[in-house]
Each structure stands twice: as C-alpha cells, then as structure tokens.
C-alpha cells in the first residue's frame, strides 16, 4: 500500500536498539536488518555474531562482508533535513558552579517545584 509517503530507515538502528534492550531479538534483528538493507554498515556489523550462535557461518559470513561493503561506500553524513539546527547545540552547555534541581528544571523550562512535588507559583 503507497501513502505517499517515504520510508526514511537513517534511524532504523537506534530504534532496533529499543527492543534489543527488552530482550525481544527478533524484533531487533527486524530493524538491523532493515537499516542494513538501507546502507548501515553499523547494522550490517550488529548482524554479524547472530548467526554464529546459531552454527550458520555462511549467514555470518555474508554479513561481515555487508558491514565492509557498506562500511567503504557508506556517507558519512545523514540524509537531507535530519543535521540538528546550527543555532541548537547537540549537548547542552557546560555551566561553572554546582547545579541545582531547580537550576536544571528551569534551563529544561520546568517550573520549579516545591519539596512535595507541586509547582511554585511564578
């Protein structure tokens, strides 16, 4: 079925990552897969060890040679409209001094909070 609209696989790792970490492998392989069919050399690599578990050298050998496949014809640059905005640090700045929860909630534009976990009137 075409939506119109496009498949954009560039965070198809990160998200394998999510049920990789619930213990849901099948699902994690899903998503390596699919970022390694879409260029991912890091997916391909990720790929490589399942199938040794499992006896199939064949199978790991074919994605050992995908991750150095992918890994020489890779960009190193993500695909158009995903780089972060120039005027926006990835990291938030260094502060001096020691921070405070209160400090902390109002660079993230929290409100502060009282001990009891209720907002303080402005």
Request: proline fraction near 15%; aromatic fraction near 8%.
């Amino acid at each position: 079925m075409d939506d119109g609209t496009a498949i954009e696989p560039y965070g198809a790792p990160a998200f394998a990552c999510l049920p990789h970490l619930t213990d849901r492998a099948e699902a994690a392989r899903f998503w390596w897969q699919f970022a390694a069919g879409a260029g991912s050399p890091a997916a391909a690599h990720r790929l490589y060890p399942h199938p040794l578990r499992y006896g199939e050298p064949h199978d790991a050998q074919h994605w050992r040679e995908q991750t150095e496949t992918l890994a020489d014809s890779a960009s190193p640059d993500p695909p158009h409209g995903l780089h972060p905005a120039e005027h926006e640090p990835l990291l938030p700045q260094a502060r001096s001094g020691p921070a405070s929860a209160d400090g902390v909630r109002e660079a993230a534009g929290c409100p502060p909070c009282r001990p009891d976990g209720t907002s303080r009137p402005a």
